[in-house]
């Protein structure tokens, strides 16, 4: 799995947003100051996360941005869907509706089980656990194992 930068962005202002509420929302612009994200893109995800119904936004010299939802219920994935669609893909097509003949005809199941170990780790963070420095115990095991820090 590839995370963009538009994932990324969209899921550190979602973090950035944990602490907003419509009694104290968040401009953009201290957004992206924040997270160093540049200004214009951030817009752009805010709007695709407001379409998704993650975020909402008010005008005017009082207002700005806060999560529609508690931060306790957001998981990654919610916030990366709303921004990049489905958590996985084989050359745009979700996974089950793929076919393979032959000896290929496997690797159908190899793209399933990798959504299903992508769905393991996005599905079960939530932005208030990032929010407050936290993970939960299975993402943190899976992240201090030393071959999760090497490439390839």
């Known amino acids: 799995m590839r995370v963009t930068a538009k994932a990324d962005y969209a899921v550190r202002a979602a973090i950035e947003l944990a602490g907003a509420s419509e009694d104290a929302p968040r401009k953009a612009d201290s957004l992206a100051s924040a997270q160093k994200i540049p200004l214009s893109f951030l817009e752009n995800i805010l709007n695709q996360l407001k379409s998704a119904g993650i975020v909402r936004s008010q005008r005017g010299p009082e207002g700005g941005w806060w ?22 893909s084989v050359r745009g097509e979700r996974p089950e509706h793929l076919h393979y003949a032959g000896s290929a005809a496997p690797l159908q199941d190899v793209w399933i089980a990798l959504r299903a170990n992508i769905r393991e780790v996005l599905e079960h963070v939530t932005v208030a656990e990032l929010a407050a420095g936290e993970l939960p115990d299975a993402v943190s095991v899976l992240a201090r194992a030393p071959e999760a820090w090497t490439s390839g």
């Open 67 to 88: 999560l529609l939802r508690p931060p306790e219920t957001l998981s990654l994935a919610d916030v990366i869907r709303a921004v990049e669609g489905p958590l996985a």
